[in-house]
């Protein structure tokens, strides 16, 4: 009997960031950006941030960075608030994406309380 191991990532972590920067940019996000928590935090390597105007854009950024990047062998070890379209959290464990309705995103203010975070959205940027 042969012992398989588990199967690797298709795709490394910065080129999956580019996928989902590059799917939330195809489905008109606004304010996409890209904080690494690398010296922060050790739960996660990135967190990606994007707004939509309404809860259907919302939803629909969401659902394109999911489909990304399962076409690229990843799939999220958990998905919220998918339904309701205000806040979706894709988490895939070195990348966090947070897709925010617009007023939610100012309300919560996330990305003031990562601000040791290094900005690195221009590094991804293509």
Do not use: C
């Not at 950006?33 to 854009?57: H, I, K, M």
């Not at 990305?111 to 040791?116: A, G, H």
């Amino acid at each position: 009997m042969t012992e398989t191991s588990p199967p690797a990532l298709a795709v490394a972590t910065s080129d999956r960031v580019r996928l989902a920067m590059r799917a939330a940019a195809d489905t008109k996000a606004e304010e996409i950006r890209v904080l690494s928590l690398a010296t922060v935090a050790d739960f996660a390597d990135y967190f990606l941030f994007a707004s939509g105007a309404n809860e259907r854009q919302v939803q629909a950024i969401a659902d394109r960075i999911e489909e990304q990047l399962r076409e690229a062998g990843a799939r999220p070890l958990h998905v919220e608030g998918q339904a309701a379209g205000q806040w979706v959290l894709l988490d895939y464990g070195d990348l966090v994406a947070h897709v925010f309705l617009e007023e939610r995103r100012r309300f919560y203010g996330l990305e003031r309380l990562w601000n040791d975070a290094p900005d690195v959205t221009a590094d991804f940027a293509s």
